[in-house]
T-cell receptor, first 113, second 112 residues
Framework: DQQVKQNSPSLSVQEGRISILNCDYT??????FLWYKKYPAEGPTFLIS?????DKNEDGRFTVFLNKSAKHLSLHIVPSQPGDSAVYFC????????????FGDGTTLTVKP | NAGVTQTPKFRVLKTGQSMTLLCAQD?????MYWYRQDPGMGLRLIHY???????AKGEVPDGYNVSRLKKQNFLLGLESAAPSQTSVYFC???????????FGDGTRLSIL
């Protein structure tokens, strides 16, 4: 049973427009959510996170929204830039599991110039 | 500051051979993790460690062993490699729960 799901394997947007990446989870014990960005031949790098006590967190062009009742989070990138083209992983963890995170399968974002 | 360094970056093995992947971090992190990533899939946890001298099984531990003799190093071993273990392996570390993990750049392993 996959506890973290990213149902869109890929997304293509035009430069300057908004990119919205979605993630659903099933484990109600998750209390911390993260987004990682991964370029080819590199390891994932942390992008933005949100605690379950919040419903929104912003960092520059990146905003993460959390809807706990729906067990859904989304990452908004505004405006999208060609350098944002990468694989984005959603991850979730709890405060009691040795720092372990459960990852989604990733969404490949392509931003076209 | 190197962060998390994985050695080697690439390796080709024959079925039945053994090898060890090395992960080193210079951030004094307590927690370390080994993941594998297969095409179209996310990161799956193989083994992890919550401190020097400790190890624990993750989601997909079969066929792998690990050791954490020093706080900064986390070794992943394949005793008898199988084609199903062809994957990209990532090591990560963090200093406490509910914090981002820092990843190495991966080891691409092919088993023929």
């Amino acid at each position: 049973d996959q506890q973290v799901k990213q149902n869109s394997p890929s997304l293509s947007v035009q430069e300057g427009r908004i990119s919205i990446l979605n993630c659903d989870y099933t484990n109600s014990m998750f209390d911390y959510f993260l987004w990682y960005k991964k370029y080819p031949a590199e390891g994932p790098t942390f992008l933005i996170s949100i605690s379950s006590i919040k419903d929104k967190n912003e960092d520059g062009r990146f905003t993460v929204f959390l809807n706990k009742s729906a067990k859904h989070l989304s990452l908004h990138i505004v405006p999208s830039q060609p350098g944002d083209s990468a694989v984005y992983f959603c991850a979730a963890s709890t405060n009691t599991n040795a720092g372990k995170s459960t990852f989604g399968d990733g969404t490949t974002l392509t931003v076209k110039p | 500051n190197a962060g998390v360094t994985q050695t080697p970056k690439f390796r080709v093995l024959k079925t039945g051979q053994s090898m060890t992947l090395l992960c080193a971090q210079d951030m004094n992190h307590e927690y370390m993790y080994w993941y594998r990533q297969d095409p179209g899939m996310g990161l799956r946890l193989i083994h992890y460690s919550v401190g020097e001298g400790t190890t624990a099984k993750g989601e997909v531990p079969d066929g792998y062993n690990v050791s954490r003799l020093k706080k900064q190093n986390f070794l992943l071993g394949l005793e008898s490699a199988a084609p199903s273990q062809t994957s990209v392996y990532f090591c990560a570390s963090t200093d406490r729960t509910n914090q981002p993990q820092h990843f190495g750049d991966g080891t691409r392993l092919s088993i023929l």
